[in-house]
Nanobody, 121 residues
Framework: VQLQASGGGLVQAGGSLRLSCATS????????MAWYRQAPGRQFDLVAR???????TVAESVKGRFALSRDNAKNTLHLQMNDLKPEDTAKYYC????????????????RGQGTLVTVSS
């Protein structure tokens, strides 16, 4: 599975960024896609997640500021990040969970290389 994340960068507090994640995997094989982030010295934290039927989950810390969208024609997941805060500084990783059997009872999650988001105060 190939995942290509882009859109990170340096932005001032209050600014916006849009992250994108393109996958080589067909949507019919995908159980869910998600964005995680890891700040220095911190664990991986779920930022937002979307299932194959479009149901989304957004972390409380970013609710109201971040939003997921999916371009099904391009197999691309976007994370729109508004009103960014210094505590949003982290490396953001896109993940995709694909079915590994015909009955779709098992999944395997893959992670991309990450894109760095830095928010200055």
């Amino acid at each position: 599975v190939q995942l290509q994340a882009s859109g990170g960068g340096l932005v001032q507090a209050g600014g916006s960024l849009r992250l994108s994640c393109a996958t080589s995997e067909s949507l019919v094989n995908i159980n869910h896609m998600a964005w995680y982030r890891q700040a220095p010295g911190r664990q991986f934290d779920l930022v937002a997640r979307i299932t194959n039927d479009g149901a989304t989950t957004v972390a409380e810390s970013v609710k109201g500021r971040f939003a997921l969208s999916r371009d099904n024609a391009k197999n691309t997941l976007h994370l729109q990040m508004n009103d960014l805060k210094p505590e949003d500084t982290a490396k953001y990783y896109c993940t995709v969970a694909i079915y590994t059997d015909p009955s779709k009872s098992r999944i395997r999650e893959s992670r991309g290389q990450g894109t760095l988001v830095t928010v200055s105060s």
